[in-house]
């Protein structure tokens, strides 16, 4: 299981604007580099993360080979109401992740 | 048997079959301009790119190209009537040009990402916001990099 690690703040007020953090353990193999043999490693990349708030996406990120591994993606989301960030990676050779994360609201 | 001369060889023919051909390339400069623009118009299209609004925030002097953090502000109220839609990130002298492109809305509060990324080269890094009204502002920063990502890291 693909490894992630995401920092929310527990709860919020209405209408702050909260600092979400994500990173997810991933090479990130580029396509573009060779072993010692001189073959070409095929690419291996997270193409797509989606942040979702109670079910309605409010972010998403298109990944290119350019990010580093592990990539880090950090963005900030109004706090609206109490319930679930749902954070989703997907990529190459059917790479998944998922996370939830629960936020109250006050 | 392998001698330490026929090793050296091998490893020297080897680091050449890589990239250093493509570094080699006389055409290469021309080449990475190219995949640039055409990553920046299959992103923007006809429309113009203005400079301003956005803040574009790399170090100066990279010392791992490998993992850079960038992280891009735009001037924004972020309103249902005005904000931005997405920030794309490009890089000069990558194999492939082409980032991340973000995608936020009025629901974003604030229009800030941050990220990490590999850059190839000394070069420029390019910031593009794409606005609700249609309009795209830029900011581009000129970094050094002196520990090159993509390139010499050929060998595993």
Known sequence: ??????????????????????????????GFRRTQTGELLPRDIITEFVCRYNGVEVFRVELHQAVA???????????TESGTLEFT?????????????????? | MTTRRRFLALACGTLAAGELRAQLDPNIQAKRKAALEAAISKVVGDAPVRAGKVKLDVPPLIDNGNTVPISVTVDSPMSAASHVKAIHLFTEKNPQPYVITAHLGPRAGRATVSTRARIADTGRVIAIAELSDGTYWSDTVSVVVTLSA???DGLI
């Not at chain 1, 591994?69 to 706090?79: E, G, H, K």
């Open chain 1, 1 to 30: 299981m693909a490894r992630v690690a995401v920092t929310v703040p527990a709860s919020a007020k209405r209408g702050e604007i909260i600092e979400i953090k994500t990173l997810a353990q991933h090479v990130m193999e580029t």
């Open chain 1, 89 to 106: 990676w997907s990529g190459d050779n059917g790479y998944l992740a998922n996370y939830k994360a629960e936020i109250k609201v006050v």
């Open chain 2, 150 to 152: 993509c390139l010499e």
């Open chain 1, 69 to 79: 591994a592990n990539p880090l993606i950090a963005f900030t989301t109004l706090a």
